[in-house]
């Protein structure tokens, strides 16, 4: 994914800096080339044999090295990066930074890079609150560098409260989207994943195996090439994409409300979530007692169609459902493109098991309202994402499609 990018890490003295670390191995794990600079106070709390290690290049700390100026110069760390981070940048960093200071090897190569700058403060509470530092950052933001701001947390200091550094996952996604096509700017995307419950009493509840895998997968992309994301969810075991605006809910009912509440924003909708057909006819206030009887019967009342509603009320809007299917796949997908008023489905066989349901790849097969086909092979579930992302860009832009036929070697 991001194979091959040059990122500089500046890691400045905060007891964050060891969770610099894990980020760097998202990086590497990712296949970006990753170089090192620390601070003096940084290397009091981390030794650079971790960092250089872990990113399997030298550390640089030495503004003017004798070996490292040689061999690359202390600006060619800036101009080779094509995005700088620092993680986590203290209050002195910003504070030097938004002063136009380069008195180290790191403030240095900020000033001089023309990458876009990713800061990730972190700090004790008051520091954050701080009028003096608060100016500082808004300053370097009006510049144009990029912040992932601290979280609310408990402090090496000991007080609770907003200071602590981002995860490095959400770090991890600021930086992909900072290097990523920007080309679904201007998009807002609503898109609906994971199952639906619906209760038969306050313990049990009848749903289905989807794992959300698929809708969260497109909620990523889509934000990573700067789409506005409304991610509305069933139950799931996923952690919501960074930057994604998110709405859990429950029921088919509960989908329905959050997916109309979102109608008027949304530019295209993507219907990945498996939601159930049927719920309970009436649901028992309190558990449900064995009977004496060997066998009971449920009785089910059908849900709302979600899909079909909005197809109703399409507008402008990009309207793409998925089908999941057991068999004759294409048929039933296309019976529901028209029923249900859509542009474009996404249809798999949910019973192969390397597709469909829980596993992290999936083969697919695209129809057009108007006859094309798609036929994919099989492929992650984030590449299908990307993928059907260049389709709704294209079919938004009113663009030519790519040549139908068999895709994904
Ligand atoms: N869908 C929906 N509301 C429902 C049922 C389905 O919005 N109550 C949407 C799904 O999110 C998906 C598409 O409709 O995008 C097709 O869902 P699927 O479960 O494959 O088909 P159904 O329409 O439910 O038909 P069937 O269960 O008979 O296959």
Not at 262 to 285: H, M, N
Request: charged share 20%.
């Amino acid at each position: 994914m991001l194979t091959g990018r040059r990122i500089v890490l500046g890691v400045t003295g905060g007891i964050a800096a060891y969770r610099a670390a894990e980020l760097v191995r998202w990086y590497v794990k990712a296949g970006a080339e990753v170089q090192v600079v620390m601070t003096d106070a940084a290397r009091q709390f981390v030794t650079p044999l971790t960092f250089q290690t872990l990113s399997g290049n030298p550390v640089h700390y030495e503004l003017f090295n004798l070996i490292q100026e040689r061999d690359i110069g202390h600006i060619a760390l800036a101009d080779r990066a094509e995005l700088l981070v620092v993680a986590p940048a203290t209050a002195n960093l910003v504070g030097k930074v938004a002063g136009g200071l380069a008195d180290d090897l790191l403030t240095t190569t900020i000033l001089a890079t023309r990458a876009p700058v990713l800061l990730a403060p972190a700090m004790n509470s008051n520091m954050w609150a701080n009028p003096l530092y608060q100016q500082n950052q808004a300053r370097l933001a009006a510049a144009g560098f990029h912040f992932v701001d601290p979280v609310v947390g408990l402090l090496a200091c000991g007080w609770e409260g907003q200071g602590k550094m981002a995860e490095p996952a959400t770090i991890f996604e600021e930086s992909v989207r900072l290097l990523s096509p920007q080309d679904l700017a201007g998009e807002t995307l609503l898109i609906t994943a994971g199952p639906t419950r619906e209760e038969l009493d306050p313990v049990r509840f009848l749903s289905n195996y989807s794992s959300g895998k698929m809708g969260y997968a497109i909620a990523r992309a889509a934000r990573r090439r700067g789409a506005r994301v409304l991610l509305v969810s069933g139950p799931t075991a996923l952690e919501p994409p960074a930057g994604v605006e998110y709405c859990g809910v429950t029921s088919a009912e509960q989908m329905r409300q959050a997916v109309l509440e979102r109608l008027a924003e949304s530019s295209v909708i993507v219907k990945a979530a498996a939601v159930a057909d049927y719920r309970p006819a009436s649901r028992a206030g309190q558990k449900i007692k064995k009977g004496v009887g060997s066998r009971t019967t449920l009785e089910l009342e059908q849900t709302p169609d979600i899909l079909a509603e909005l197809g109703g009320k399409k507008a402008q809007r990009l309207l793409v459902g998925f089908a999941a299917e057991t068999e004759q796949v294409l048929e039933h997908a296309r019976r529901k493109l028209e029923a249900k008023n859509l542009d474009l489905i996404v249809a798999n066989d949910v019973s192969a098991a390397d597709a469909g349901f829980e596993v992290d790849t999936n083969r697919v097969t695209l129809l057009y309202r108007g006859g094309r086909v798609e036929e994919w092979l099989l492929l992650d579930k984030l590449a299908v994402a990307h993928r059907l992302l260049d389709r709704i860009r294209a079919l938004r832009r009113g663009e030519p499609l790519p040549e139908p036929g068999c895709a994904g070697q």
